[in-house]
């Protein structure tokens, strides 16, 4: 048997249900964006406090250029988490450079009833 995939996804994520477990298989197809790269084993919350609060202290303004959808909304998630808590300034601009993600944000933000639905929680 033959099995194509994109992207696996991985645990733990605050926007994205876990990936689920794939099903035996013969050969196996999918994207391979990192390769054999492990992820980083540090917290993606802390460091982006770490790196949000030394760049924020000496700019007007925080820039966030991405491609990405996924990973922009995971930082822009994770800025904002940190912001709620009081970890890194409130002060300071966050742009975002990415028209896709900002365009994919518009949506969602247009459909919240359905949001509940879309990142796997209650509105």
Request: charged share 20%.
């Amino acid at each position: 048997m033959i099995l194509f995939t994109g992207d696996l996804g991985r645990p733990r994520q605050p926007l994205l249900p876990d990936p689920v477990p794939l099903s035996p298989c013969d050969h196996l197809l999918l994207e391979s964006t990192y390769g054999n790269r492990d992820h980083p084993k540090e917290d993606a919350k802390r460091a982006s406090a770490r790196s949000s609060t030394r760049r924020s202290a000496a700019a007007a303004s925080l820039l966030i250029p991405a491609f990405a959808v996924g990973r922009t909304q995971h930082v822009m998630y994770l800025l904002r988490s940190l912001r709620a808590e009081g970890t890194i300034p409130t002060d300071v601009p966050i742009f975002v450079d990415s028209p896709m993600a900002i365009e994919a944000n518009r949506i969602v933000m247009s459909h919240l009833e359905d949001a509940g639905d879309i990142l796997g929680c209650a509105t």
